[in-house]
């Protein structure tokens, strides 16, 4: 089908934002119609499997967003991915086999291939009033109604709020050329490695085993507390570790929210968040890094779902 209206939220002056925003989003349509490089590159995948594509827009400001949305068609209530920079590649990729092995979907920010969509970091734009918008450098504007459209898709489902990033080798303080390193500790950043004597597992291959100890690939998390001081995400860290997996952990304060959708999410308590960091074109890694934390948060991948999961319920 083609753009049908079926969602429309408008929100004027949202917490003193002074804002107007309104949203749009098409029922299942022909994902060969999608205007999307990503789309097109997984097209095949996309049309064996049961997938919904739709088609998502939000006008905010002098903003046009629009979001590509896949839904597995059978088990819509798996997990869900946000991916919001348009050139990399390999998230999408990953995002795009794990909701035809796990079910759930995935929301990717359209930026026309390029990082940023006219000057905004679409991860540098969640915020709820101008106060809060005014706390980040990033942000050209409050986005009340940006933040909500993405963070709705999570409304009716008990999945944790999941997100796919790709970075490059190494950062620039210890000879590399990224941002994003289990290296690049600081006042707020505190980097706990995996336990590399489990880096194989029955899922994995050799290559991405030994590529899950690169500092470049690492989940990341964020809280309001030192980790010391916060029981529950300390247990997931933990069982993150014990399972393989780099672990970079945040503590956030009012003095360093990024309007990041990680920061936002721990800002407002708005539930568990994990985001894969990979490098770029090191799909085989990210694959299994997915693998891993979703065994970790006890979501199976279909083939081997039971009734008991709660996160493939329909």
């Not at 998230?91 to 920010?109: E, K, M, S």
């Not at 991405?208 to 470049?216: A, G, I, V, Y």
Request: hydrophobic residues 35%; proline residues 4%.
């Amino acid at each position: 089908m083609g753009l049908a209206l079926i969602g429309l939220s408008l929100i004027t002056g949202c917490a003193g934002s002074g804002s107007h925003s309104s949203m749009t989003i098409s029922d299942c349509m022909a994902p060969v119609r999608a205007e999307s490089s990503d789309i097109r590159r997984n097209l095949a995948r996309i049309e064996r499997a049961p997938l919904c594509y739709r088609r998502q827009q939000v006008r905010e400001g002098g903003f046009h967003w629009t979001f590509h949305i896949l839904e597995h068609e059978g088990f819509p209530q798996g997990p869900f991915w946000v991916l919001p920079h348009d050139n990399e590649n390999t998230a999408f990729d990953v995002a795009v086999q794990t909701v035809i092995d796990y079910g759930g979907g995935l929301l990717a920010v359209d930026s026309g291939g390029q990082r940023n969509f006219l000057g905004q970091d679409p991860n540098r734009n969640f915020s709820r009033s101008r106060a809060e918008s005014g706390l980040c450098r990033g942000q050209l504007q409050a986005a009340p109604g940006y933040s909500q459209a993405v963070l709705d898709h999570y409304r009716s489902r008990r999945s944790p709020i999941l997100a796919l990033h790709n970075n490059h080798d190494g950062w620039s303080g210890n000879g590399g050329i990224g941002t994003i390193s289990l290296a690049r500790e600081g006042a707020a950043l505190t980097a706990y490695p995996g336990d590399y004597s489990r880096t194989s597992s029955a899922t994995d291959s050799g290559r991405s085993s030994h590529r899950l100890r690169d500092e470049d690939n690492l989940v990341f998390v964020v809280g309001t507390a030192p980790l010391n001081a916060d029981p529950v995400l300390k247990r997931r860290v933990a069982a993150l570790n014990a399972a393989g997996l780099n672990v970079m952990h945040k503590q956030l304060s009012s003095g360093n929210f990024d309007c990041s959708l990680s920061d936002y999410v721990a800002r407002h308590r708005l539930g568990e968040y994990f985001n894969i960091e990979a490098e770029h074109g090191d799909q085989l890694a990210q694959q299994e890094m997915v693998a891993r934390l979703l065994k970790v948060l006890g979501i199976p991948p279909l083939k081997a779902r039971t009734k008991s999961s709660p996160f493939l319920q329909h």
